[in-house]
């Protein structure tokens, strides 16, 4: 939980000099995809304990739903 949250504090102050829309690519392993989705999305440790690790090699996108 240490590496995602260092990666996330890392991650938003970089994300500031983003260009608008820019996409990002994070390869990892589906426990660390876990944590993050769990970290980001700020859910409850039941949710993350009731989700599963996508398989190996799997692609997770996660979008940005625009605000009305």
Known sequence: MDRVSSFLDAFHREQ????????VIVVTHGQWIRLFVKRWFNLTVETFDDMTSPPVGTCVQLHQIPKN
């Open 16 to 23: 500031r000099a983003f260009p608008p829309n820019t996409t």
